[in-house]
């Protein structure tokens, strides 16, 4: 796999400093970051980042390696080495003229997505859903003209073997 | 009994077993020093933080343990940085602490605050920021703990001033226990294993031994398999020592400045035993060149080190020494009798390859810098430490003295830093009082941290500095000449100041010549006098180092005269 999106699940020890740990690594060794995303888990000591990053498969291996060399950092998963469920949510701001509001209405129903922010001139919409299902349904509705969009970036966990 | 941050940091490394401190006073940390004057832990006061890193190094390595320096916040801690950095490179155990303005300020751009935490972060192992009291004394057990374990670094820990005022109770975890932090030191069997048949089956094996090996110091077992199985070694500048420089089975130093049969080795050689090396860039010469025709074996305790510039087909992650132990007794379990391969042809060539192109060089009237070296190793009787500077000095250094035990070459390999050899030799000096000590300087790297004479003759440590002083920054000026067309940009040193009264200045003794006749009999008194004694000598002005592999090129296109 050349050049492959990765995404991986590092458990670090939840104190200050440790993003940045990480953060420099990337950039000192001029590695990417696509997205990131960190919380608290249900331990309140230890925290979840999903990065996701992309390379050949030796740049992969060293930036798992050189992480793992982190003190701070616990474990590391590569979950594109195994199932996994990932989710991204995104926040979009889009121009909602009279004419326009049926459609954009029913492509949030046929996304699943839902409208939660209403006004003379726009919607905001939350969406959340896998990266292939954000990009599709942001094309479908920049004709109507996106004033913003946040997203979260992806986050991830391995499948559970059944 | 409740004790001060100050005094528990004492305390902390009276437990670690620290004896010597190098330093550097100010306010942030004037309450360490007070509590440290209330201790038998020795203070070295430097002239220079930068130089009190070098020291704290030098010392690691003379004395196989963890260095440590103090200094204070803001530019007392900037200071630091080169020498962390160098530390780093060379995976050398050292504890730095940092004095730092109180916590309520941290984050005001107060008086004397800097971020070291977060300057120093790309250059330690790892680093600390003590905000709680109650985390100190097991912050710095850890920061030992880490600094010496695994592939060994320096460790910064940083703490604000209130720290050392509040006052608690001692308490320090019996055990580190760092869920997030084990390194491996048993090697996997079936690994090992593949590496004995691979053994068995070689006819052209070479051992590319490390700084890995003396740090794990893993000397003895590296010649015992050398020996049994009858492979000649060479070794990165950072493993020099690790193997006799004496032993017919020696090859000298590979890589850019490498000898010509350690180069042509590598190069012809059907298995390479890499141990506790990375593959710097100066070393692999063209990496695809690199060991080309031979099935490679690399030993080492950092797994990012494996795959990260050579591919290897047989990767260990181990401790240099539990592995070589454990394929000693694998090798001879396996291989009886001493039942190898007909290794005679390939030690015959390597011992052509010495005899048509060995180091060589040509004294007649000026004084040759290599003649300067061999007559200071015969003088020294190869007993010396000896320290560098950086450039053509710490090249023949590395060439022309023989070292034949672990811990006697100390030099800043990885990050090639002007100024680390006499800061070193203070280190090394304090560390094995027993011991001669010499920097091998060029006379612009002196000239970088030459305010340390003043810590030698302060506290009694007789380091001696030979310099060889050749009127130019020598290593880049070589470079202007073979690939600018000898255009000398700023590599004149047009003025240098007398060293001979410089050093006389200092409380130090000085001496000079030009004369090659004079030289043996210089570093005979300059040895003999017990004080740091300068040894300035005048040598030709355009001595090139050689072999030499053009940055970029195959080890086996040497540049030889
Ligand atoms: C701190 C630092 N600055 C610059 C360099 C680049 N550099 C490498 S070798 C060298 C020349 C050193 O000259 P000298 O100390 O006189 O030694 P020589 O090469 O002449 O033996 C220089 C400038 C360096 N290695 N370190």
């Given at each position: 796999m050349e050049n492959g999106k990765t995404v991986l699940s590092i458990i670090v020890?939840?104190?200050?400093?440790v993003l940045s740990r990480i953060a420099g690594l990337f950039s000192g060794r001029g590695y990417n970051i696509e997205s990131l995303c960190v919380a608290e888990t249900d331990d309140p000591l230890v925290s979840r980042i999903t990065l996701v990053t992309k390379g050949n498969k030796l740049i992969i291996e060293q930036i798992k390696k050189q992480l793992h060399k982190l003190?701070?950092?616990i474990t590391v998963h590569d979950l594109t080495e195994t199932k996994y469920v990932e989710r991204e949510l995104a926040l979009i701001k889009i121009n909602a003229k009279p004419k326009d509001r049926a459609e954009i209405l029913r492509m949030v129903d046929v996304f699943r997505s839902k409208v939660i922010d209403v006004g003379h001139e726009h919607f905001t919409i939350e969406i959340t859903g896998d990266e292939e299902k954000l990009k599709a349904f942001i094309n479908i509705l920049k004709p109507m003209g996106i004033k913003e969009i946040a997203r979260t970036g992806t986050i991830a966990l391995a499948r559970e073997l059944q | 009994m409740k004790l001060t941050g100050a005094q528990i940091l004492m305390k902390a490394l009276k437990e670690e077993g620290v004896e010597t401190i190098f330093g550097y006073p100010g306010g942030a940390v004037i309450e360490i020093y007070d509590a440290l004057s209330q201790t038998d832990i020795e203070h070295v006061l430097v002239r220079h933080e930068q130089g009190a890193v070098h020291a704290a190094d030098g010392y690691a390595r003379a004395k196989g343990q963890v260095g440590v320096c103090l200094v204070t916040s803001g530019p007392g801690a900037t200071n630091t940085v080169t020498g962390i950095a160098s530390a780093y490179m060379d995976s050398i155990p050292i504890v730095i602490i940092t004095g730092q303005v109180p916590t309520s300020l941290i984050g005001n751009d107060a008086f004397q605050e800097v971020d070291i935490v977060g300057i120093t972060r790309p250059c330690t192992k790892h680093n600390y920021l003590v905000k709680n009291i109650d985390d100190l004394a097991k912050t710095v057990k850890e920061a030992f703990y880490i600094a010496s374990s695994g592939r060994p670094g320096p460790v910064l820990i940083d703490i604000p001033k209130d720290i050392t005022t509040s006052k608690t109770i001692y308490k320090a975890p019996e055990k580190i226990n760092l869920k997030s932090y084990n390194p491996t030191y048993n090697p996997n069997l079936k690994q090992l294993a593949k590496v004995v048949s691979l053994i068995k089956e070689a006819k052209k094996p070479v051992i590319f031994a490390g700084g890995g090996i003396i740090l794990s110091k893993a000397s003895e077992e590296l010649r015992e398999l050398a020996y049994y199985a009858n492979i000649p070694v060479t070794t990165s500048l950072m493993g020099l020592g690790a193997f006799p420089g004496t032993h017919p089975l020696w090859l000298g130093m590979l890589g850019m400045h490498g000898t010509f049969r350690a180069n042509m080795s590598i190069a012809e050689c059907d298995l390479l035993l890499a141990i506790g090396v990375r593959f710097d860039d100066r070393v692999t010469g063209r990496t695809d060149a690199f060991a080309s025709k031979a099935k490679i074996v690399h030993v080492d305790i950092d797994p990012t080190s494996i795959h990260k510039n050579i591919n290897v087909h047989v990767p260990v992650v181990g401790d240099c020494k539990a592995t070589l132990c454990q394929l000693n007794k694998m090798i001879k379990q396996q291989i009886p009798d001493k039942n190898f391969p007909d290794s005679k042809t390939w030690i015959d060539t390597i011992q052509e390859w010495k005899k048509t192109t060995p180091l060589a060089y040509d004294q007649k009237d000026i004084i040759k810098p290599q003649y300067v070296i061999e007559k200071l190793y015969e003088v020294t009787k190869g007993q010396a430490i000896i320290t560098t500077e950086v450039g053509q000095n710490q090249m023949w250094a590395a060439q022309y003295y023989h070292y034949d035990s672990p811990n006697h070459f100390i030099t800043s390999g990885g990050l090639g830093c002007m100024g680390f050899g006499l800061p070193a030799a203070i280190g090394a000096q304090k560390a094995r009082p027993d011991k001669l000590v010499v920097d091998i300087a060029g006379d612009g790297s002196i000239?970088?941290?030459?305010?340390e004479l003043a810590t030698a003759v302060q506290h009694c440590l007789p380091v001696k500095i030979v310099i060889l002083n050749n009127g130019y920054l020598g290593m880049v000026r070589q470079w202007q000449q073979l690939f600018y067309e000898r255009r000398y940009s700023c590599t004149r040193m047009e003025f240098a100041p007398d060293f001979v009264k410089l050093a006389e200045a200092f409380g130090a003794v000085g001496f000079r010549t030009s004369k090659p006749e004079e030289v043996v009999s210089i570093l005979q008194q300059g040895i003999a006098i017990n004080k740091p004694v300068i040894m300035d000598f005048i040598v030709e002005k355009e001595e090139n180092v050689y072999p030499m592999v053009p940055a970029g090129k195959a080890l086996t296109e040497m540049l030889l005269v």
């Open positions: 020890d939840n104190q200050p400093g003190i701070n950092v | 000239q970088m941290n030459i305010q």
